[in-house]
């Protein structure tokens, strides 16, 4: 199992301990480092800040928002970046929900996510591909465009650079069964937002056989300290605004998750506090049972322990969640 840094996405401004953190985990060994965005700072900008001052270690966008950007200028980011960085990008992609969909990006979430997900792998692999000009008949992301309210002047076009790596690898975030099993189908690997490696079955029966060189890779909070209970705090902040405010009371991702792991009377007391303005009850209504399955926190031996479960499962890539630099380097060292 290799491991990866996960930074996230920015908070108030730009966090000055990432690139040092990004250089430590390259020296440790860590084989990927990712960025991600929400609505605030992107997620490609701050990767090629890193790309820039590090030499061997991947990288990912755990994840880049379908929504932000056609499926042509997403190609476009991954294979400058891609060649800028010689060959070392990954390109992790997420639908996101309705609520930033429609709040932040106004666009319309699709009535069929899986396809609109389909449609866009498709047209990122043509360009990175470039095997001919881009076409797709799709319904999402049709090209050229034939809208009623187009010239008609469009043309199909092939892209001018030439990608270093046509089988650029593509990652899919993806929660419930029917969209884990359709990445598993057309992209090169997983980016599971919760793992538990001992609920591998509420991800679907896709997990059980996966393709040859299939990438599951999990983010997860890891924290080296004597007080687990003080060690998943950060973990139920997490959950309870994921759970909370990452969508509505009544189509929300990562609570249905929760509830499928066995939380769902927690997950759902947690929406009701987040939405009525109860923040903080909200954070301390999440288990901590729950922060702690999917995390990896404690002294140095119970982490040792709880990493055999992870080493057991498909996980082939564990994405650290850790500003921590002492961390990591225990990390590295029980899984060398």
Not at 16 to 27: D, F, I, N, Y
Request: charged fraction near 25%.
């Amino acid at each position: 199992m290799r491991l990866g840094l996960a930074l996230g996405y920015w908070g108030r401004g730009p966090d000055a301990g990432h690139v040092p953190l990004a250089r430590e985990a390259e020296r440790l060994g860590y084989h990927s480092v990712w960025t991600a965005e929400s609505w605030g700072s992107d997620a490609f900008t701050p990767l090629t800040w890193i790309a820039a001052r590090t030499s061997t270690i991947r990288l990912g966008t755990g994840v880049a928002q379908m929504a932000a950007r056609t499926p042509t200028a997403t190609a476009m980011h991954a294979l400058t970046l891609d060649h800028l960085s010689g060959g070392r990008m990954m390109l992790g992609l997420g639908l996101s929900g309705p609520q930033v969909m429609e709040g932040w990006y106004g666009r319309p979430f699709p009535k069929s996510p899986l396809t609109a997900t389909r449609e866009y792998v498709d047209v990122v692999r043509q360009v990175l591909r470039r095997e001919g000009p881009v076409r797709s008949a799709g319904r999402f992301h049709p090209l050229p465009y034939r809208g009623p309210d187009g010239t008609g002047l469009g043309r199909p076009l092939k892209p001018i650079t030439h990608p270093l790596r046509p089988e650029l690898p593509v990652l899919l975030g993806a929660e419930g069964p029917k969209n884990v099993a359709q990445t598993v189908r057309i992209a090169d690997g997983w980016l599971p937002l919760y793992w538990s490696p001992s609920r591998p079955e509420v991800y679907g029966d896709a997990v059980r056989e996966l393709p040859e060189g299939f990438l599951v890779a999990p983010m997860a909070r890891v924290k080296v300290c004597d007080d687990v209970v003080e060690g998943v705090l950060p973990v139920k902040a997490m959950l309870g605004f994921y759970i909370g405010g990452m969508g509505h009371a009544a189509r929300n991702f990562h609570a249905d998750l929760m509830a499928r792991m066995g939380y769902e009377e927690e997950a759902r007391r947690i929406q009701e506090l987040f939405l009525a303005g109860r923040r903080e009850e909200a954070v301390r209504a999440v288990p901590d049972a729950f922060a702690d399955e999917i995390s990896l926190v404690g002294p140095r031996e119970r982490i040792a322990e709880r990493l055999e479960l992870w080493r057991k499962g498909p996980v082939t890539d564990l994405l650290a969640l850790s500003p921590d630099p002492d961390t990591l380097r225990v990390l590295a060292e029980l899984n060398s």
